[in-house]
């Protein structure tokens, strides 16, 4: 058990769906982040919230829209997104920012097709 | 632009064998280079870490080797075990984000 958890695992959304990922962590972390896993391509990162506070938005599409309500709790809300964003999704989370070089802490990811 | 570039995509290695993986970077504000393992299902978990300012960082059979001025760092892993395949991930940071290689696939052959 990594502390990290992500509902659901699997998804599959056609292209005019609107669903959301959820990610709670239970290592009274202070910082989150939202990475897109693909194939044969280096891990994306998409967002970064420090204290509840987006401190990162890697040029992300507004198809894809995030929400941290506290702490604990990463959202991803997802409509109108392309096949092309059929990847698996990471939540992550660590005690400090990527200055402090903290370790970060994986969830096991949302497998998401879009078809 | 990939940032980090690692080689090679996969490696078989046989059992008892030293597994070696590569990476490469450009960027000299990076100041610490994490190594992750992920094994099917589930998300990357850090292996070790080490700092420009060591050459080897050495955790049980798992060994970071590193070279400042060639900008190169590699993972060694000492007598390989079927337990070890999964998929290695390379990561380098600048203070603001972590930039990850694309990943080595491991099998260890019994």
């Known amino acids: 058990e990594t502390g990290v958890t992500q509902t659901p695992r699997h998804l599959v959304m056609g292209m005019t769906n609107k669903k959301s990922l959820k990610c709670e962590q239970h290592?009274?972390?202070?910082?989150m982040y939202w990475y897109k896993q693909s194939a044969k391509k280096p891990l994306e990162l998409m967002f970064v919230y420090n204290f509840k506070e987006q401190t990162e938005n890697n040029s992300v599409p507004s198809r894809f829209s995030p929400e941290c309500p506290n702490s604990s709790h990463l959202f991803l809300h997802l409509h109108t997104l392309q096949p092309e964003d059929s990847a698996l999704y990471l939540c992550?989370?660590?005690?400090?920012?990527?200055?402090?070089?903290?370790?970060?802490?994986f969830g096991p990811g949302t497998r998401l097709t879009v078809t | 632009q990939q940032q980090v570039k690692q080689s090679p995509q996969s490696l078989i290695v046989q059992k008892g064998g030293i597994s070696i993986i590569n990476c490469a970077y450009e960027n000299t504000a990076f100041d610490y280079f994490p190594w992750y393992q992920q094994f099917p299902g589930k998300g990357p978990a850090l292996l070790i870490a080490i700092r420009p300012d060591v050459s080897e960082k050495k955790e049980g059979r798992f060994t970071i080797s590193f070279n400042k001025s060639a900008k190169q760092f590699s993972l060694h892993i000492m007598d390989s075990q079927p337990g070890d395949s999964a998929t290695y991930f390379c990561?380098?940071?600048?203070?603001?984000?972590?930039?990850f290689g694309t990943g080595t696939s491991l099998t260890v052959i019994p």
């Open positions: 992550a989370s660590s005690q400090g920012r990527p200055r402090d070089s903290y370790e970060q802490y």
């Open positions: 290592l009274g972390h202070n910082a």
């Open positions: 990561a380098a940071s600048d203070g603001n984000q972590f930039y």
